[in-house]
């Protein structure tokens, strides 16, 4: 069974060497102007996986980063000309072979879920922290993808009350399949030694 999220603000949190204002230590910072602040009454604890590439299923280019931070070229691919002026985010991105990209302090709330509901929770981008991982909806991922977004997860569950992870198919289902049956969530459970109860009940 998910845990629900909290509905009130948690303590300060004391100085972390891993974090400075919602950033993390061992990402590589890439500001997106697109974010706001989260509602006052809302707590960070819950994690959203996803996965994108640009054009789909094209791997290793800069196109995610330029989403996100609204320079995506409309005419250097049709698939472009349908997004590009997509105001979007996520806090971090996680490529194909394991480097750390963030885009928007976890203090923040990124534009990550659109319309979502998680546990009766409606707009899980209050609570929520996003992670994009470089891949295909459907395909699978790579093992140094595993491994950063196992540290990573790890990391933010230390400087923040998260209770639960899921997926965008979870909190969007019928809008949103991602990151799909290719991700493998026992593999994600197993690393990071969390409670099953914290996971997505179907796949494990």
């Not at 999220?5 to 204002?21: F, G, M, R």
């Not at 899980?124 to 994009?132: I, K, P, Q, T, Y």
């Not at 923040?160 to 799909?180: L, M, Q």
């Not at 290719?182 to 409670?195: E, N």
Request: net charge negative; with cysteine; charged share 20%.
């Amino acid at each position: 069974m998910a845990v629900s999220p909290p509905t009130s603000h948690s303590e300060p949190h004391a100085p972390d060497a891993l974090w400075t204002d919602g950033w993390y230590r061992h990402a590589r910072p890439v500001r997106s102007p697109n974010f706001g602040a989260r509602p006052a009454a809302s707590t960070v604890s819950l994690i959203v996986l996803h996965s994108i590439s640009l054009p789909p299923g094209r791997y290793g280019g800069d196109e995610v980063q330029l989403l996100f931070t609204n320079q995506l070229p409309a005419q250097a691919h049709p698939y472009f000309e349908t997004i590009h002026a997509l105001k979007v985010s996520a806090h971090f991105y996680v490529r194909r072979n394991g480097e750390l990209w963030q885009f928007v302090s976890c203090d923040d709330r990124a534009w990550h879920a659109g319309v979502s509901v998680f546990e009766e929770h409606a707009n899980c981008n209050d609570f929520s922290v996003g992670v994009e991982l470089e891949g295909l909806e459907g395909d699978s991922f790579e093992p140094e993808q595993y491994e950063t977004l196992t540290a990573l997860c790890a990391a933010i569950a230390q400087r923040y009350p998260i209770a639960n992870i899921a997926g965008h198919e979870h909190i969007a289902p019928g809008r949103k399949g991602d990151p799909g049956p290719g991700f493998d969530w026992r593999r994600l459970q197993h690393a990071l030694g969390w409670s099953h109860q914290r996971f997505p009940t179907s796949p494990l």
